[in-house]
């Protein structure tokens, strides 16, 4: 299983922003994917952004112009900057790694733990 970190969650009123961050930990190499997924309420676990190391990042179409996917490699970290925080993107946010080679050889994926995200006034 991966070591994931997540941050940066909280409450937050419509029209305004936060940023989440998520490091994966331990003798990585390489990442393929990293990336955020959401899930509000009695609804299904959504892909919110995907972000492949050489790729161009994928959104769904609810967030694209508000929110931004970037990665930093070296320190195997994800964000993602939210703006213009909506109350429909009241959720748990979950960081996930995809394909991530460890220096023993070895291939894992995996989910960070999550962390609530809340816009309300």
């Known amino acids: 299983q991966v070591q994931l970190v997540e941050s940066g969650g909280g409450l937050v009123q419509p029209g305004g922003s936060l940023t989440l961050s998520c490091a994966a930990s331990?003798?990585?190499?390489?990442?393929?994917?990293m990336g955020w997924y959401r899930q509000a309420p009695g609804k299904q676990r959504e892909l919110v952004a995907r972000n492949t190391r050489a790729g161009r990042p994928v959104y769904v179409e609810s967030v694209k112009g508000r929110f931004t996917i970037s990665r930093d490699n070296a320190k195997n970290t994800v964000y993602l900057q939210m703006n213009s925080l909506k109350p429909e993107d009241t959720a748990v946010y979950y960081c996930?790694?995809?394909?991530?080679?460890?220096?023993?050889?070895?291939?894992?994926?995996?989910w960070g733990q999550g962390m609530q995200v809340t816009v309300s006034s």
């Open positions: 331990g003798s990585i190499f390489s990442i393929y994917a």
């Open positions: 996930h790694a995809d394909n991530v080679l460890y220096q023993d050889g070895s291939y894992r994926s995996g």
